[in-house]
């Protein structure tokens, strides 16, 4: 089993800025994938960013230049940084683990709010 906790999430405002940390455990050996995911009220859980063991990452269009993630394999830590935020930005947001970059998420995060006040 594989164990995800997610931290450092928020209400900040417009124009601001949150890093989320998200910490695995337990068997995550087979796991090259961690990233995040983000559903806003009334919508689809939608995928933000991805990155791989060897650090190729992927963003979605709506986060590219405001957002980083990065990774610390040494503590299996995934981190998304957040910068320029707006109101769009506010969901809960979900850390993952996948077999590879194109595979769909095997474990989730128990799920973080983020909120942007305009």
């Known amino acids: 089993q594989v164990q995800l906790v997610e931290s450092g999430g928020g209400l900040v405002q417009a124009g601001g800025s949150l890093r989320l940390s998200c910490a695995a455990s337990g068997s995550i050996f087979r796991l090259n994938a961690l990233g995040w995911y983000r559903q806003a009220p009334g919508k689809q859980r939608e995928l933000v960013a991805t990155?791989?063991?060897?650090?190729?990452?992927n963003y979605a269009n709506s986060v590219k230049g405001r957002f980083t993630i990065s990774r610390d394999n040494a503590k299996n830590t995934v981190y998304l940084q957040m910068n320029s935020l707006n109101a769009e930005d506010t969901a809960v947001y979900y850390c993952?683990?996948?077999?590879?970059?194109?595979?769909?998420?095997?474990?989730w995060g128990q799920g973080t709010q983020v909120t942007v006040s305009s």
């Open positions: 990155i791989t063991s060897g650090g190729s990452v």
């Open positions: 993952y683990a996948a077999g590879g970059n194109r595979d769909p998420p095997d474990y």
